[in-house]
């Protein structure tokens, strides 16, 4: 052992900083390329550079951080390639409401002003949330972090829109959007969320032109009247038959429109009759293509009415809609008006509500592009956990819309295309370029300042697809010719994130993958979960019910932190975030330091190895293997909790509540030299399990047992082995340790001190299972003596398995207790067997489930079939 002083209690503080500036300086989570060893890459879902750190990047950077570290003591390269996103719509939010406080407001400043204040803004807040992610432990290779809008990953962007507009994937055209008035943009289908409203049916009565009927439209939005260009009916709904071809009045602004007839319009919702709105509705303007209607668009960007609504201009769709409401009803034009709740689209970004909005944009075809994007994920060739979400990944991709590419905003990748003096366009990467490409096209002599630069820039999302190639290599883009890292690191292995940005950003990482390398961008996609509260809502600021993770680590440890997410957070299910499975992941360090602590506190000496030690470390070593066999077999299936839970069993009960006690000396006894070599060898073996979950702790224990340089430090030593074991010995132990759990309840329950040392009988056919423990039995269980025989007279009797146990005692046994007692026992194990039958007696779960999960559960039943016959003949000798 180390000879440095031990501090009674571990501090997670100092010993956090004092270990990751010492990895961060013998530079252990830098990666190059090496084809002498396996490269494992993972590229993190780069935060927003507005973002902080909140409970749900924690939880997924834990998981990254897991399954990296894993991998580098499993002596594979691996490579975490850390960023940030440049976040365009949220990234601008930020910029002009700081602009707003120094009294500039955006309208007033040139694009390249804003543009500078917003570089000033990311370099001074940017970075934070990567410095925080150093606090949980984050083992990425810090020099090769990127940023969205670095030059280079710009240029291949850049590159990417040219290639695809030549090829003919991306067009401009005016198309019915959805447009944020809060965020003046317009935004993909995938960053619209759809909320239930409450809201009303207003029925309006609409005059026919000439005579004194009317027809009553049922509508959501009174405020779009005066935008109205046509009525419809069904046209074999015989009730409005006779009005095809005539005109009705809109009511308050008095213009006529026609009244026509289509198939879409349901006879059985509202009145059966519908006013057509094109600009404002996206089935309205697709019936009024069918019927070649006019387009009357009467919000401006932000919202408001503008001039071609002639009445309210000026005023907001939302106050316009109240008072449009009560102009009707003072001009007896409301016929009655419903509660009524209805699906509402609101930004993502800004919670706005959308408005549809004809829109000259840009948009990049999806039809064909997403084929072998669909295909690589349905045969497994891109594995998904869990397996759950390739549904809603094919529903998505098999019914994918063209996707909206460009944003009116400032911040952000500016869309190479150039307008001309003759109303045509050129796109190319550069001025210059499409200089050369319009003159040479047109042949003409235009000059740079006849080129017009679109004002728009693309979709965040746009250059986020590219993320698993430009981190590595940006050129390629330009070239075609992959460069030595992406040759190397790519496709990546695993890419862990949240199931709600499945389609706007892993899908379409698929979709780049393939059309620019013809290959998966990763081979696994982990799917965490929600991090909700124990209310079972989301996580958020505007609730106040997110805790902040850094003073969770300032209270618990980054390593407590990292546990007790993953307590109880299995692969795409929500997780009940509660702060006391951070206050179990703390006790759990603690638990680690204080055995840590117990053992170098031995004396040692050269004295012979008792044979109960040579059998508790026969065991241990024995149950270390079944537990690392199914800590494998949960990584392998990306259950990450379930591997965790498994160490964390084998640390606290098996080492700690078992072996340790089996082991320990007699109070201020000597141990003996080979079993405390082997005890710290266990140790040693266990820290190689924790340090992917706990790497501080497990990295500051590892440096106390004995000094070690860099190149011998935990983070890269090597992952055990999976061995063989046996399995008998395991089932043995557990036996004991099953009598000895009886026992020391029996001692609770009849009031005897643990000191008192008691004689135990068991009527057993398996006496050398006994007698090969019986060192371990006698010391833990405190006995005076352990023998076999049939029956005892005035003792407490307990069943283990088949095994009958006896113990004498002075008083006088109670033997109605005794007999509710066993009453009680024999109910429990005939409800636990009734329950094994059920499963065994179903066709399904034999036929589909493991043969060792069957055999598990006949065993079990056969196992609880002995204990009962043992419980029931108790229960006879009693009389």
């Not at 006894?669 to 497990?698: G, R």
Request: hydrophobic residues 40%.
């Amino acid at each position: 052992m180390s000879s440095t002083s031990l501090s009674s209690k571990y501090n997670p503080s100092e010993s956090e900083s004092k270990w990751y500036q010492y990895w961060m300086d013998h530079h252990l989570f830098r990666s190059t390329v090496d084809y002498t060893r396996e490269p494992f890459s993972i590229v993190i879902p780069p935060p927003n550079v507005t973002g902080v750190l909140h409970m749900g990047h924690m939880l997924n950077n834990t998981i990254q951080d897991i399954l990296i570290r894993k991998a580098r003591m499993e002596g594979k390269n691996a490579c975490w390639v850390p960023g940030t996103d440049h976040a365009s719509i949220a990234t601008e939010a930020k910029v002009v409401a700081m602009l707003k406080d120094k009294g500039i407001n955006k309208k007033n400043i040139s694009r390249e002003e804003f543009l500078s204040h917003a570089w000033e803004w990311k370099e001074k807040y940017g970075g934070i949330i990567l410095e925080q992610l150093k606090k949980l432990g984050a083992s990425c290779d810090w020099d090769r972090t990127k940023f969205t809008m670095d030059e280079d990953l710009s240029r291949a962007v850049i590159s990417v829109f040219v290639d695809l507009h030549k090829k003919g994937k991306i067009y401009r055209g005016i198309r019915m959007v959805n447009w944020d008035p809060q965020g003046k943009t317009a935004l993909s289908d995938d960053e619209v969320i759809f909320k239930e409203v409450a809201s009303k049916l207003y029925y309006i009565n609409y005059a026919i032109e000439g005579s004194n009927e009317f027809l009553t439209i049922a509508t959501t939005r009174p405020e779009t009247i005066m935008a109205d260009v046509a009525i419809c009916v069904h046209p074999e709904d015989d009730r409005f038959r006779h009005l095809a071809g005539k005109q009705a009045i809109i009511p308050l602004i008095n213009r006529a429109i026609p009244i026509i007839a289509d198939e879409y319009v349901d006879r059985e919702f509202g009145t059966g009759c519908l006013k057509i709105t094109p600009a404002h509705d996206i089935n309205d303007y697709e019936i009024g293509l069918r019927h070649q209607l006019d387009v009357i668009d009467i919000l401006n960007d932000d919202g408001m009415l503008n001039e071609k609504a002639q009445i309210l201009v000026g005023e907001d769709r939302f106050i316009a809609r109240k008072k449009v409401v009560k102009l009707l009803k003072d001009a007896d034009l409301l016929a009655k008006e419903e509660s009524y709740t209805s699906n509402v689209g609101h930004s993502e970004r800004t919670d706005a509500v959308i408005e549809p909005k004809l829109s000259l944009q840009w948009f990049l075809k999806m039809t064909d592009i997403t084929k072998p994007a669909l295909a690589a994920v349905m045969d497994d060739t891109i594995k998904l956990f869990p397996p759950k979400f390739k549904n809603m990944y094919r529903s998505w991709m098999e019914n994918v819309r063209d996707w909206c590419i460009s944003r009116q905003l400032w911040w952000g990748h500016r869309i190479p295309a150039y307008y001309l003096p003759n109303g045509k366009y050129v796109v190319e990467k550069s001025p210059e370029d499409a200089l050369r490409l319009a003159n040479k096209t047109y042949a003409m002599e235009y000059t740079l300042a006849d080129l017009k630069q679109d004002e728009d820039v693309l979709d965040t999302w746009f250059s986020s697809w590219l993320w698993p190639m430009s981190v590595f290599d940006t050129e390629f883009f330009e070239t075609g010719e992959k460069n030595e890292d992406l040759r190397y690191y790519y496709p990546t292995n695993d890419l862990v994130t949240a199931p709600e940005i499945l389609f706007f950003w892993v899908a379409r990482m698929i979709i780049a993958g393939y059309e620019y390398t013809g290959e998966r961008p990763f081979k696994n996609v982990y799917l965490t979960g929600i991090v909700r509260d124990k209310l079972g809502r989301k996580m958020s600021k505007s609730l106040g019910n997110s805790p902040d993770p850094l003073e969770l680590i300032r209270d618990y440890g980054a390593d407590g932190v990292r546990t007790g997410m993953l307590f109880s957070s299995p692969a795409g299910n929500d997780l009940p975030f509660d702060e006391k499975l951070v206050e179990q992941g703390r006790n759990f360090s603690n638990k680690i330091w204080n055995a840590f602590r117990l053992i170098k506190g031995w004396e040692v000496e050269s004295i012979p190895m008792p044979s109960e030690n040579r059998t508790a470390a026969h065991w241990f070593g024995n149950r270390y293997q079944q537990a690392l066999s199914e800590i494998e077999d949960h990584f392998m299936k990306f259950r990450i909790s379930d591997a965790l839970m498994s160490t964390y069993k084998l640390v606290w009960n098996d080492f700690c509540s078992w072996y340790l006690e089996m082991i320990k000396p007699a109070y201020q006894a000597p141990i003996d030299k080979e079993t405390y070599e082997l005890t710290v060898a266990f140790l040693e073996d266990i820290l190689k399990l924790l340090h992917p979950f706990m790497p501080f702790i497990s990295e500051e224990i590892w440096h106390q047992i004995k000094e070690r340089d860099s190149q011998h430090a935990l983070i890269v030593s090597p992952w055990p082995t999976v061995g063989s074991f046996e399995s008998a010995i395991i089932e043995d132990a557990q036996h004991v340790f099953d009598v000895i759990s009886q026992i020391r309840n029996m001692r609770a329950s009849k009031g005897i001190s643990p000191k008192e040392a008691l004689a135990l009988t068991v009527k057993t056919s398996q006496e050398p299972l006994y007698e090969s423990f019986k060192g371990i039995l006698i010391k833990l269980a405190n006995l005076s003596s352990l023998s076999y025989g049939d029956h005892l007279e005035q003792a407490i009797s307990f069943v283990v398995k088949a095994d009958e146990c006896f113990i004498p005692i002075s008083e006088k046994i109670n033997v109605a207790e005794e007999r509710e007692n066993l009453l009680k026992e024999i109910n429990y194990t005939k409800g636990f067997i009734e329950s094994v039958m059920k499963k065994l007696g179903n066709d399904r779960f034999v036929a589909n489930a493991p043969e060792d999960v069957v055999e598990k559960e006949k065993q079990k039943h056969a196992d609880a079939a002995l204990k009962l016959r043992a419980l029931e003949e108790s229960l006879e000798k009693l009389g």
